[in-house]
């Protein structure tokens, strides 16, 4: 078994440049950031919690040669509106399947992270006709979730997360205290990120109101069978994963959070259609300590599933 690995790495080479044009689309009477470079059939990338397209800025020129690569920022969170929601699931389900009909994308790949995993599952399930193949890591989807209890996260894990979901206290430690992005963030990163990727990730989150979605997020982990509409919601996810024969890669790495390598196999035996590629010793936040190793593997799996 790999031991899992504490101690922050030797920093590698990773750009905190942001080289992309931005561009806004109206969605759902709000405006939607979004980068979209090259050619072809649409890549789409989604992310999680509390980041953006900026998660993906050192993964997305090793991809933009296999197709019309396109990077989204969830509505409330980085550059795109920041309208008067409750930031449920159904929230942003709605908004990214809706800039999905918006630039009229058709037989998508998905590239999809934490939270970004559940909706893009989602948006297969129920679009499954127009989703060519899917890519995930580190994802909020079954075997991962549900879970029984935040015991399963370790001691430390569910102290936080179960303060998250506390009336009163998730909203000291994430609206007053920024906690997602000050310690969530970087603590899930193995390398320690510098000044300039951290005031980027900040950046949207300024102002206590900002971080409303940061804290809606975390809210919706079904744990426990609540909330039940998550619940249901994963039970329907599950169904399709058994059922769709759509082409799978999980990327993972070691120790992981979501994603731990000993829950590679389990995943394995769920999907039909799955390949997997580890990319190296990381948390959660793995496109920050290994962009290369993805997005060289996402390439490579493009090529040889294109036909």
């Excluded at 993906?56 to 197709?67: D, F, M, Q």
């Excluded at 879970?147 to 997360?161: H, K, L, Y």
């Excluded at 906690?179 to 102002?207: C, D, H, K």
């Amino acid at each position: 078994m790999t031991e899992h690995v504490t101690n922050k790495l030797p920093q590698p080479e990773i750009s905190a440049d942001f080289p992309f044009k931005s561009r806004f689309i109206e969605v759902l009477s709000s405006r939607m950031h979004y980068v979209d470079i090259g050619e072809g059939d649409p890549i789409l990338f989604i992310h999680g919690n509390p980041t953006s397209s900026y998660l993906w800025r050192n993964v997305i020129p090793l991809v933009e040669n296999s197709g019309r690569v396109i990077a989204l920022d969830l509505i409330g969170m980085g550059q795109s509106d920041k309208p008067d929601l409750s930031y449920s699931f159904a929230d942003h389900f709605s908004y990214v399947e809706a800039f999905i009909a918006q630039l009229g994308l058709e037989n998508v790949t998905l590239i999809l992270h934490d939270w970004g995993t559940t909706l893009g599952f989602e948006y297969a399930r129920q679009h499954e006709g127009n989703v060519r193949r899917i890519a995930f890591m580190e994802g909020a989807v079954p075997p991962a979730l549900p879970m029984p209890s935040f015991d399963v996260m370790g001691q430390e894990g569910a102290e936080v997360f179960n303060g998250f979901k506390t009336p009163g206290q998730g909203e000291t430690m994430i609206l007053d205290n920024n906690m997602f992005i000050e310690q969530v963030l970087p603590g899930s990163i193995n390398r320690t990120l510098t000044e300039e990727e951290m005031n980027a990730y900040r950046a949207p989150y300024i102002s206590r109101e900002a971080r409303k979605p940061l804290l809606a997020w975390p809210r919706e982990i079904p744990v426990a069978g609540k909330p039940e509409g998550m619940v249901e919601a994963m039970s329907k996810i599950s169904t399709f994963i058994d059922e769709t024969s759509i082409p799978f890669l999980l990327l993972y790495g070691s120790p992981g959070i979501m994603c731990p390598p000993e829950l590679v196999p389990v995943i394995v035996e769920k999907y039909n259609n799955i390949e997997t590629h580890y990319v190296g010793q990381g948390l959660h936040y793995l496109q920050e300590d290994h962009p290369n190793a993805i997005g060289l593997a996402i390439s490579d799996w493009i090529r040889r599933t294109a036909n």
